[in-house]
């Protein structure tokens, strides 16, 4: 069975009741969202093998993860958010899975099995935030259309795999290479459809951090995120981890496909990143590289907090790579900022947990605010960069709470 | 792909069960709306886009459903599916 579901929440109550569980910690972000939406958006839904997650859509499923479980260093595995543009998704079959190599800038074009990737070749892990481009999107003002994400689609994990280099080298690169695209097992309801397939530029699918992936926090990985292989592109967002891979073909000629030429693009020169010179247009270039952030995990917007007892304020935060040099707190809107003690660091690529200690001491409101700064010096601006599609949401969070 | 067809089957029908309780605002041209917008993908895709998009919004994206996407809509139906959702999920 493909899709079992053992029970739905209605929306109120639902949430409610689920509430104080997962959501309780969850960031003002989130709840502010929930509250907004009518009864069939956001409800908490159990997709097969699953947790209860924030239903977007149910078929194809767009879930996120409610903030509470943010509070640990990587995402549980079965709380993992699950992101799919198309709705026929295949549960593969380990035995029967096929990775074939090809396309017109290799030399010797071959197909493995799921035995012989985790065998043939070199396995490396790696902690890695994945984080989809839209993720709150839902926050922009004004809304823009598309799934209307809160702030949980996005995890963290360990991730083993073995690295693409390893593998392409096997095929034969040829001088004229210029990108790398990917194709997973999913697809349309209607043929006619555009496949989900992305491209990578050559230089990123050579990058050693650059994996096929079997496993996430030490266990396959599980149907709902590309079992039994997927992309992980660390720093990048979520766009490109292909699950589910069925073809990596290396090519010597842009990927012109629906996927890559119009969506997952933002406007030209506004952000960070790049990277991918082969699609670029002067007025728009492809997403590329998470943009530094944060999110306060600890606090709900309208939270009431005893005055004179010590109050942790704890959250995450995380870049494209460069890894997090410093977070900030202001507990006064902002006119003064204070640092946050960094938790265990887990690698670049990894988000960073931090808590900052706070007293409250007088019966009135307290506006919090947490901005990361990143190894190159990038910070979170004040207000959110518009871009059409409503990506790299990551202006500073504001969150309002109130000393009793 | 004969494969990925059986499949396809099991998943339409076991996601129905979510899916069914997705009750779209009444209003002319609903009918068309629930039988040719829930081909592929369910109708939560509406709802959550509710009063994001204007008319010009909603022309657009059903547009895009037909010429990028492929949505198998004539001219008729188009032109009561847009007004539908300009005055029903239309800011």
Not at chain 1, 73 to 88: E, G, K, Q, W
Not at chain 2, 54 to 79: C, F, H, S, Y
């Amino acid at each position: 069975m493909v899709n079992r579901r053992h029970f739905i929440k209605k929306a109120a109550g639902g949430l409610a009741a689920l509430g104080s569980a997962l959501l309780s910690k969850g960031s003002a972000l989130a709840a502010d969202l929930v509250a907004a939406e009518t009864e069939t958006t956001s409800i908490m839904d159990i997709l097969s093998r699953k947790k209860a997650l924030i239903k977007k859509s149910f078929r194809p499923p767009n879930y996120e993860t409610p903030a509470g479980y943010f509070d640990a260093p990587f995402t549980p595995i079965n709380a993992f958010f699950v992101r799919y543009h198309l709705s026929v998704i295949p549960e593969v079959k380990a035995e029967d899975w096929r990775l074939h190599i090809g396309g017109d800038a290799v030399r010797t074009p071959f197909t493995l099995t799921l035995e012989q990737l985790r065998r043939d070749f070199k396995s490396v892990e790696i902690a890695a935030l994945c984080l989809c481009s839209g993720n709150r999107r839902g926050l922009f003002q004004p809304q823009v259309p598309g799934v209307q994400w809160g702030s949980g689609a996005m995890g963290n994990a360990r991730w083993r795999g073995v690295r693409l280099k390893d593998v392409l080298a096997e095929a034969g690169i040829e001088k004229s290479a210029l990108e790398v695209s990917l194709n997973g097992a999913d697809s349309g309801v209607l043929e006619i459809t555009p496949d989900f397939i992305k491209s990578l530029p050559l230089a990123k699918a050579l990058d050693e951090n650059t994996l096929i992936a079997f496993e996430m926090n030490g266990e396959p990985l599980p149907h709902w995120n590309g079992f039994p292989a997927r992309l992980i592109l660390p720093g990048w967002t979520a766009t490109y981890w292909m699950k589910h891979l069925t073809d990596i073909n290396v090519m010597a000629k842009p990927f012109d496909g629906y996927w890559m030429k119009t969506a997952y693009r933002i406007p030209s020169g506004r952000f960070p990143g790049g990277g991918f010179s082969s699609q670029e247009t002067p007025a728009t270039v492809p997403i590329t590289e998470i943009v530094v952030n944060s999110l306060i995990t600890s606090l709900i917007d309208g939270q009431a907090v005893p005055v004179f007892k010590p109050l942790e304020i704890s959250g995450v935060a995380w870049d494209g790579g460069n890894g997090i040099a410093q977070v900030e707190i202001s507990t006064d809107d902002g006119v003064s900022w204070h640092p946050a003690m960094l938790k265990q660091d887990y690698g670049r690529f990894s988000w960073r947990q931090w808590r900052y200690d706070f007293e409250p001491k007088r019966t009135k409101e307290y506006r919090i605010m947490a901005r990361a700064i990143s190894c190159s010096g990038a910070c979170q601006p004040l207000e959110p960069i518009p871009n059409p599609s409503g990506y790299h949401h990551n202006a500073v969070q504001k969150i309002t709470i109130r000393g009793v | 792909m004969r494969t990925l067809h059986l499949l396809l089957l099991v998943f339409t029908t076991a996601a129905a069960a979510g899916e069914s309780r997705i009750v779209l605002k009444d209003g002319q041209g609903k009918d068309s709306v629930m039988s040719q917008c829930a081909i592929c993908h369910s109708l939560d895709y509406i709802v959550v886009n509710d009063r994001i998009l204007n008319r010009a919004g909603w022309e657009k994206t059903v547009d895009k459903m037909i010429n990028l996407m492929g949505a198998p809509i004539n001219n008729a139906d188009r032109q009561i599916i847009v007004d539908y959702l300009a005055l029903r999920y239309g800011k």
